[in-house]
Each structure stands twice: as structure tokens, then as C-alpha cells.
């Protein structure tokens, strides 16, 4: 089934470019995930588990999940575009 966007109360189809754009971008912003969520690991493997460093971790964690949702209002935002576009 195709994937259709919404404009002005009109569905239009999507074009085999805009749906390997969209796909790109995907793939980009799950790398981009990814990447932040092995460098929160590495943060966190370094710490050894030591209570001393729960402050760290924990906001280690804090800013990942805020790099993650900056990097998914980002795909969304560029996949908007492609779609609009």
C-alpha cells in the first residue's frame, strides 16, 4: 500500500523518490540514535557501576534522551519537508 501525505484536506501519493528520501532519512536519524546510545553505554561502562558517579549517569541519560528527541523532531521535521516538497 502506498503511503500517502496529507495536504489541505487532499491525500496525495507519495513518488519512489520522496519514498527513498524519506527511507535516507530514516536510516540517518536511527544512526544518529544509535550512535548517542552507544556513547551513553561507554559513559556508563566507564563509571564501573561506581555510586560516585550516579550524578554523571544519570545526566548522561538526561541528555541522551534529549539528544534523541531533538534527532526524532529532526527526521520528522526533514521527513515533512520531503513529503510537502
Known amino acids: 500500500m502506498e503511503k500517502a501525505g496529507k495536504m489541505g484536506g487532499q491525500t496525495r501519493c507519495l513518488t519512489p523518490e ?28 566507564k563509571s564501573g557501576g561506581r555510586p560516585d558517579f550516579a550524578d554523571q549517569i544519570a545526566a548522561a541519560r538526561k541528555d541522551f534522551q534529549a539528544e534523541r528527541e531533538r534527532i526524532d523532531r529532526e527526521t520528522e521535521q526533514a521527513i515533512e519537508a520531503i513529503r510537502n516538497g
Open 18 to 45: 520522496q519514498k527513498e528520501r524519506i527511507a535516507e532519512r530514516r536510516k540517518v536519524g536511527e544512526a544518529r540514535i544509535a550512535e548517542a546510545q552507544i556513547m551513553l553505554d561507554e559513559k556508563i561502562k
